[in-house]
């Protein structure tokens, strides 16, 4: 799925993500244009940022996905 | 591979009994409920609803979606938009094949990812949906705008070319040193098994042969009772590219490059088909269901809508990761029995990473229960 990670902090070409309360150290090589802490991006490929999402509908993305993760067998069907 | 939880991920559990495996197991907390939240929606969102809350196969996803509306709706769609979208699908195998070789394959060979090819490969190619379809409607049910300017485009496909035969299928390129590790480490048949490829099904056969409202078969997929084989070495198990190379590590990585280099011919015959603005239908609603059934990088993936009055009543996805995955399914079977060797975890790793699930895994080993 593709779920928005909010960037935390910046550093060397890295960027601490957090998503659904968890952190991670992701790298930001394969993007194309420049992030800042506060914007959200897409991480694939185990620890990648491959695109910037805008805000507005990172927001809606994660809160369709906060319903679906919420609904009864909603982790997993 | 790791990821985050909420994403969802594949546990694979391992024993080891004289030497080989003698269990596994494989637990997904893959999030199989997001189409059920479809339902009340209008069905023309969907298709770019699937666009962008799905990361991988998100092109494919997205046109499954488009034509799964489409079919319900009794709408036909251009010839032109067909190629469009034909040549969506195959770009987007291009870029998540290659984007895989360049990312993870180096990992398993102990190096680092070449995430500069990737970054190219990835300049070229992410955003054809765009150049396609400069409005970006390229989702909407009947098709969008299309009004492609072709030399971008070829030049786009020339560059895509370039990286991935370079940096993957040359003599050098990262599947040529992974075929050699696997013959150095005599894995080349590790992981074989038997099990038939999902054959091509008819409109009646997705109708009937599948149980689309039943949660367990969308989790653990059968066809007329049996586990199957999808991806690239079922499509292309009789290719010559994969003569004497079985269904094991080799045959997996084989028939992953020859898919590559195939999708890269496909690419070129596409491009150079009519891709000028054609008429997009209008979807006007209505009652129906609509099945879409689109082969992607990892295998077969269908959809289906029931659709009253416009709006989602049920929706459905059939994605390859439950077939390939499943517990009779081709990593189970290529495991059970086949040598652990050293280091069982790292064996059944390779096997998954070849067989290439479409979210995080990670193997764990459980010791094997004393005899009585």
Partial sequence: MAIPSRILSLENGFATVECFGVERVVSLMLLDEAVAVGDYVIVQSGSFAMEKVEKAAALDSLAYLETVLAAPGGGAA | MSGFPAEGRLEITVTVADGHFSAVRVDSSRTLALPSLFRGRAAAEVPALCGRLYAVCRMAQGLAAAQAVERAAGLAVAAGQQAARRLLLRAETVLDQGGRALLEWPLLLGQGADAAACKALRGA???????????????RPGGGRLAPDLAVLRDRLRRARAVVETAVLAGQGVGARLAAHLRAEDMEGFGACFLPALPSWSDLDVAQG???????????PTWRGLAHRTGALARLERHPA??????????????????LALALDDLDALAARRLEADPAAAFTGGDGVGIAVVETARGRLAHRLEMADGLVRHYAILAPTEWTFHPEGALVKGLLGAPAGPDPMARAGLLAALLDPCVPYRVTETPAMSGA
Wanted: aromatic share 10%.
């Fill in chain 2, 210 to 220: 599948l149980a689309w409202h039943d949660p367990a078969f969308i989790a653990a």
């Fill in chain 2, 242 to 259: 994969l003569a004497g190379a079985g269904s094991g590590l080799l045959g997996l990585l084989r028939a992953r490059l020859t898919e």
């Fill in chain 2, 125 to 139: 190619l992410a955003d054809l949906p765009r150049l396609l379809y400069p409005d970006n409607d390229w989702l």
